[in-house]
């Protein structure tokens, strides 16, 4: 979309690219100010530009080696803190004024496609100039041009939005208090250690002092190396009181700092927490972000307790909402407890419960053990896999019979053995096998060829007897069924957002698991409207009931 001066145009929520483009020789930088609802930069951080080309979090990179006659900024706006309400996108010249400058023309592009441009028309004989800004509007951001120019130049425009400059020509628009002068040191040869990781290490021009490693290259944010005394803070290196029986008290302008920084950094956390997990670029970022304020992760992971038992918890639940649990379920509840350092019993029940899960995922997935069958003729090629104690139960007219004895599955049949009885199925014709209320239940191709078994462990006997019948029949279980039970990811977001990820009926928020208001075997959809949160106790006592 074409602008003039004072229009405006939505632009998608994504990386954009911001590119300066002029037809002459003449050399013009490019910069951004991070703004607050107040209209002014938190802090002189918030200032991108030639001498501290990245913002902290990311959300703005000034491109050092454009092509000629262009000045290009990276400006990512799914990065941006929530508490920046716009991006002020500024121009300087360098030894000249604007009026020299022919062609000037701002372009907004989207993955290559231009979304929003305007031809900086006749321009004032000034050395600094507002081009445009981003803000936000409706939960949305939009992009104005301003073309307005400043007679007080560079110095004049940082000032203005908050930036402080303590001299002509000196500010703290960079991290070490650097000049709005260009300069480009030489990178110091050393790499730290881990270098893909950014952090703060030994200034390797400066003993003494500390820089920042981006994870590519030393920038040029410095900052005193923390005190080896204890009667100093290791954060500020000012000096600490002491108390009664002589420990040192904590910071008080630090814990301040660290407090009100934190306030805003867990609302980024639980976002990203929440959407794609503690793991990828966006999670990293965070860390990056808390490193750079000098801020041990151990305080992060405090203020992120309650939401991480709850992010594991929906893990859990959402692993069990189908009846199956892969490996990668497994080892994304491992990797979040790991990187979360969440313990305690209720991580070992989760931990447990998911174990299991596995195990009952594997063995109706045809992973079977193979035993030893003492005392029992088996057919040849014949591998036993099951050998519990049982009990038979048979409905008869005058009230059911109950025959204790053992259930014994192999590769080949299904097989009980009694004390005055014994029965035996081959695989072909039993249908399902099912575990309900409690016991298995095993549906034949004839009325009186089924069975029901009363077994201490009925989930376990029943995903044995699965598994053996898959690996018998070639075939899942019964056509669709798996189907039927999966629930997708958003229908699952969908229920855990309306029920508050807690118990519909005791409002309990652990072990929770998903529930069909009408069973599916009663012909019940997997659908939200037909789907609810319930606790592990309270699903038991509801059952198959509606």
Not at 366 to 393: K, N, S, T
Request: proline share 7%; charged share 25%.
């Amino acid at each position: 979309m074409k602008l003039t001066k004072g229009g405006h145009a939505p632009v998608p929520t994504s990386l954009l690219t911001v590119v300066l483009s002029w037809q002459s020789d003449d050399a013009v930088d490019a910069h951004a100010l991070l703004l607050s609802e107040s209209g002014r930069v938190r802090s002189d951080r918030d200032f991108v530009f030639f001498n501290a080309p990245r913002h902290v979090s990311q959300a703005v990179t000034l491109d050092q080696e454009p092509a000629p006659g262009t000045a290009r900024l990276s400006v990512s706006l799914p990065r941006t803190e929530s508490e920046v309400s716009r991006i002020v996108i500024t121009g300087s010249v360098d030894g000249g004024a604007f009026t020299d400058v022919p062609g000037l023309v701002l372009t907004v592009f989207d993955d290559n496609r231009p979304v929003a441009w305007f031809e900086v028309a006749d321009s004032d004989s000034v050395q600094a100039m507002m081009f445009g800004e981003f803000y936000r509007r409706d939960g949305q951001w939009r992009f104005r041009a301003v073309a307005q120019g400043w007679a007080s130049g560079l110095a004049g425009i940082v000032t203005e939005f908050g930036v402080q400059v303590d001299e002509p020509g000196r500010g703290r628009g960079a991290p070490d208090g650097s000049s709005l002068e260009r300069r480009t040191p030489a990178a110091p040869p050393v790499l730290p250690p881990n270098p893909e990781r950014a952090d703060w290490h030994p200034d390797p021009r400066h003993p003494g002092a500390l820089r920042w490693w981006d994870g590519s290259e030393w920038t040029d944010s410095t900052r005193a190396a923390p005190s080896a005394d204890a009667r100093h803070c290791p954060r500020c290196g000012r000096p600490r009181r002491w108390r009664v029986f002589g420990r040192p008290a904590p910071c008080r302008e630090c814990s301040e700092q660290i407090e009100e920084y934190l306030r805003g950094w867990r609302g980024r956390a639980e976002r990203v927490l929440r959407t794609v997990g503690p793991r990828g670029p966006d999670w990293d970022m965070l860390w990056t972000a808390l490193r750079f304020q000098r801020i041990d992760r151990a305080a992060g992971l405090e203020v992120l307790r309650p939401v991480a038992h709850d992010h594991v918890e929906r893990a859990v639940a959402f692993s069990f909402a189908d009846g199956i649990v892969e490996q990668t379920e497994m080892d994304a509840f491992d990797h979040a407890v790991a990187e979360l350092a969440l313990t305690g019993p209720l991580i070992e029940d989760l931990r447990r419960r998911m174990q299991r899960g596995r195990m009952l995922t594997r063995l109706r997935s045809g992973e079977l053990p193979v035993m030893r069958a003492p005392g029992l003729h088996l057919d040849p090629e014949e591998q036993v896999h099951l050998d519990v104690r049982a009990i038979h139960i048979r409905q008869l007219a005058r009230g059911p019979k109950l025959t204790e004895g053992r259930l014994i599955c192999s590769n080949k049949k299904l097989r009980f053995t009694g004390v005055d009885t014994g029965t035996e199925m081959p695989w072909a014709r039993v249908i399902s096998v099912t575990s309900e209320s409690g016991r298995v239940a095993v549906a034949a191709t004839s009325a009186r060829g089924g069975a029901i078994f009363e077994v201490a462990d009925p989930d376990q006997v029943a995903a044995a007897m699965e598994g053996a019948l898959r690996v018998a029949k070639r075939l899942a279980l019964v056509p669709g069924r798996r189907d039927t039970r999966t629930i997708p990811q958003e229908v699952k977001a969908q229920v855990w957002l309306r029920d508050g990820g807690k118990c519909v009926e005791c409002g309990d928020s652990h072990y929770l698991e998903f529930d069909h208001v009408i069973p599916i075997s009663r012909g019940g959809a997997t659908s939200a409207a037909n789907l609810q949160i319930l606790c592990r106790g309270c699903n038991r006592e509801k059952g198959a009931r509606i």
